[in-house]
C-alpha cells in the first residue's frame, strides 16, 4: 500500500516541482518582478515539504522494519535552520508566535550529516511547539558540542512557552503513538508518531534527543547529531550575511550556467509514459545540450535500443521509468541485457521504499533516481556515464 502511494504521490509531484524550477530559472533570467520569483520560490518551498511530508509517512514503516538510513553529505547548520524557520513560519504567524534563532559561538560552517534528517527532526519540534503554544515566542537555538574524548555535535535546541508537561507525562514521550494523555490528541490533534521520529533519526545520525518541561511553563527539547569530520572545516564566529550568501549562491548558479551543455552531442532514450514527465526530462536535458528519443512504454524502448545497437550506436544512456504499459521497466531492461545491450541503463521510479534500487540493479540497470528528480543530479548522472565511457 505505501509502495503504491508513494507512487502516486510522487509522480505528479516530479511535474510540479519540476516546471517550478524550470520557471524559477526563467523568471531569472528574463528579470521578471520580485513577486513572480518569490512566489514560484514558495511554491518550490512548499512542494519540498509536501515530499518530506511523504517521506515521514515512508519513514515509519522503514522504522518498523528496521531500515531507516542517513547519508553524510556536507551542509551547513545555518542554511537547514533559515530554511525550516521559513517553512514553519506560516503556521506559526497563523497563531500570533513569534520565531527566534540563536546561534551559540563558535560553529562550524558546515557538518557532515544529512540535511533532510535533521530537517525533518526540527520541523517536527518546531511543528510540536506551535502545536502547544497559544502566545508567546519559540526559539531554535544552535550550538556547538566539541566533547572532548569524543565525537563533536550539533545540538539544536527548541524553546517553547507552552503547556508543558509532569514527570509522569514525559515518561513515555519518544514511544510510538504516545502523546501526553489522549485529550492532548483530541484538542490538538495529531498521532504521536513525529517524536519517535525523532529519536530514531537523531539516533542515526549519532546523537540523541531529550527533553525538559514544566507543566503550565513551557518546554525545551534538544536533538543532537554527529559533526563528522571537521578537518578544514571552518570555525565561526558569526554567520555570514543572508544577502551575501545569497549573492554567492548565485555566483554559484552562474558557473552552473557554464556547464549548460554539459551533455551536447550525446543521444538519451527517455522511456517514460507519462506526458507531463516526458515533456518535463526531455527539457532538462535538451537545456543540457542533448538529443532526445521518447519512447512510451517498455516495448517501444527496447525495440529503440536494438535498432540503435543493430547499426552499431549505443545510446549514451536509457533513462527507463520502471512503471510503463504493455512491457514495464523491469521487463524491458531484462530482455535488453538479454539481448546484448551494454549501454548505460538508469531507472526511473516513483517508489521509494527499502529495496526499490536493488530490485532496479537486480534486473540490468546501473543506477537509479527516485522521483520528484532532481534537474542537477540527472544531469550529472548521465555526465558522469558518458565521461566513464570515454575513459573505457
Same mark, same amino acid.
Given at each position: 500500500f505505501l509502495a503504491n502511494m508513494s507512487h502516486e504521490? @510522487?509522480?505528479?509531484?516530479?511535474?510540479?516541482? $519540476? #516546471?517550478? /524550477?524550470? &520557471? /524559477? &530559472? /526563467? !523568471?531569472?533570467s528574463l528579470e521578471l518582478p520580485e513577486l513572480i520569483t518569490d512566489s514560484l520560490d514558495t511554491i518550490k518551498r512548499n512542494g519540498g515539504h509536501l515530499m518530506e511530508l511523504i517521506n515521514d509517512i515512508l519513514d515509519l514503516s522503514k522504522i518498523e522494519a528496521g531500515k531507516l538510513d542517513a547519508e553524510s553529505i556536507l551542509c551547513s547548520p545555518q542554511t537547514i535552520v533559515e530554511e525550516v524557520l521559513e517553512l514553519v513560519q506560516v503556521r506559526a504567524e497563523a497563531k500570533g508566535l513569534k520565531l /527566534? !534563532? $540563536? #546561534?551559540? +559561538?563558535?560553529?562550524?560552517?558546515?557538518?557532515h550529516s544529512d540535511p533532510t534528517r535533521i530537517r525533518q527532526i526540527l520541523i517536527n519540534l518546531i511543528g510540536n511547539a506551535i502545536k502547544f503554544t497559544e502566545v508567546g515566542t519559540i526559539r531554535l537555538e544552535t550550538s556547538f558540542l566539541e566533547?572532548?574524548?569524543?565525537?563533536?555535535?550539533?545540538? +539544536?535546541?527548541?524553546?517553547d512557552q507552552g503547556i508543558g508537561m509532569t514527570e509522569s507525562q514525559m515518561a513515555g514521550l519518544f514511544r510510538p503513538f504516545s502523546q501526553a494523555d489522549s485529550s492532548t490528541t483530541r484538542k490538538y490533534g495529531g498521532t504521536g508518531l513525529g517524536l519517535t521520529i525523532c529519536k530514531r533519526l537523531t539516533d542515526i545520525l549519532g546523537g540523541d534527543i531529550f527533553a525538559t518541561s514544566e507543566l503550565n511553563h513551557g518546554s525545551r527539547f534538544? !536533538?543532537?547529531? @554527529?559533526? $563528522?569530520n571537521l578537518e578544514g572545516i571552518q570555525l565561526l564566529q558569526e +554567520?555570514?550575511? @543572508?544577502?551575501a550568501r545569497k549573492a554567492a549562491e548565485r555566483e554559484s548558479a552562474a558557473e552552473s550556467e557554464e556547464q549548460a551543455y554539459i551533455l551536447k552531442g550525446k543521444k538519451v532514450l527517455l522511456a517514460e509514459d507519462g506526458p507531463d514527465n516526458q515533456k518535463l526530462i526531455s527539457f532538462i536535458l535538451k537545456k543540457s545540450g542533448a538529443e532526445v528519443t521518447v519512447a512510451e512504454n517498455g516495448e517501444a524502448a527496447r525495440k529503440a535500443a536494438l535498432r540503435a545497437m543493430e547499426? $552499431?550506436? =549505443? #545510446?549514451?544512456?536509457?533513462?527507463m521509468d520502471m512503471q510503463m504499459p504493455i512491457l514495464d521497466g523491469y521487463g524491458a531492461t531484462r530482455q535488453l541485457r538479454e539481448q546484448g545491450y551494454s549501454g548505460p541503463i538508469i531507472s526511473l521510479t516513483a517508489n521509494a521504499m527499502e529495496g526499490d534500487r536493488e530490485k532496479c540493479i537486480s534486473v540490468g540497470c546501473n543506477d537509479h =533516481?527516485?522521483?520528484p528528480i532532481d534537474r542537477r543530479k540527472l544531469v550529472s548522472m548521465i555526465a558522469n556515464f558518458c565521461e566513464s565511457e570515454i575513459l573505457a
Open positions: 504521490i @510522487r509522480t505528479p509531484m516530479t511535474a510540479i516541482l $519540476g #516546471y517550478t /524550477e524550470i &520557471l /524559477e &530559472l /526563467e !523568471a531569472k /527566534e !534563532a $540563536g #546561534y551559540q +559561538f563558535p560553529l562550524p560552517a558546515n557538518i566533547n572532548p574524548g569524543g565525537e563533536p555535535q550539533i545540538q +539544536f535546541t527548541v524553546i534538544s !536533538a543532537t547529531v @554527529r559533526t $563528522g +554567520f555570514q550575511p @543572508r544577502k547499426i $552499431g550506436l =549505443l #545510446y549514451d544512456a536509457i533513462l =533516481l527516485t522521483k
